[in-house]
Antibody
């Protein structure tokens, strides 16, 4: 059974940093492309970014609102996905979901973790 | 502001059919696969349809997807009270180099 468990959510001040983790199991993590998707309170879904498998280059892509501030990385030995968030803004307040990109983007989702950016 | 437009809400009686549209452009739906997601209240989204019309294992065939030109459609037949949820379309946008989601549609079972 595929399992994705996010952690690291917190209340942080504007301009601060936070790192989210997504512990995975139940599938071959090192060959999986992975994404982060977020959802602001009462709003729709927004793609944050993705990381390809190392065999496919391990490259990352980001949505425009977070480009240059957020970094996605992976530790295949720990089957864990990360989201480093810097220069946080109030508009980054959202539930952040870790997802697999198979069979399509969002093939499997974690339960989500709340990040609140507020002074 | 999303580049994929969905109706805010649709509704029908139990057992009936609803159709949800997703309108885009040549840079997204017109040249890329479309997926559909269901988000039940208070839960994480779930993939319903990928590559326009394929269902992941465990998704009943009451849910079907199609694509024509720059629009996509999700049909739900034999509507059940458990289908009350928000539904989103999604696809890659080649111009933006972003994955984009639709505005979302709330399905209500009357």
């Amino acid at each position: 059974e595929v399992q994705l468990v996010e952690s690291g959510g917190d209340l942080v001040k504007p301009g601060g940093s936070l790192r989210l983790s997504c512990a995975t199991s139940g599938f071959t993590f090192n060959s999986a492309w992975m994404s982060w998707v977020r959802q602001a309170p009462g709003k729709g879904l927004e793609w944050v970014g993705r990381i390809k498998s190392k065999t496919d280059g391990g490259t990352t892509d980001y949505g425009a609102p977070v480009k240059g501030r957020f970094t996605i990385s992976r530790d295949d030995s720990r089957t864990t996905l990360y989201l480093q968030m810097n220069s946080l803004k109030t508009e980054d307040t959202a539930v952040y979901y870790c997802t697999t990109d198979w069979p399509g983007l969002g093939g499997h989702w974690g339960q989500g973790i709340l990040v609140t950016v507020s002074s | 502001q999303s580049v994929l437009t969905q109706p805010p809400s649709v509704s029908a009686a139990p057992g009936q059919k609803v159709t949800i549209s997703c309108s885009g452009s040549s840079s997204n739906i017109g040249n890329n696969y479309v997926s559909w997601y269901q988000q039940l209240p208070g839960t994480a989204p779930k993939l319903l349809i990928y590559e326009n019309n394929k269902r992941p294992s465990g998704i009943p065939d009451r849910f079907s997807g199609s694509k024509s030109g720059t629009s996509a459609t999700l049909d739900i037949t034999g509507l059940q009270t458990g289908d009350e949820a928000d539904y989103y379309c999604g696809t890659w946008d080649s111009s933006l180099s972003d994955y984009v989601f639709g505005t979302g549609t709330r399905v209500t079972v009357l």
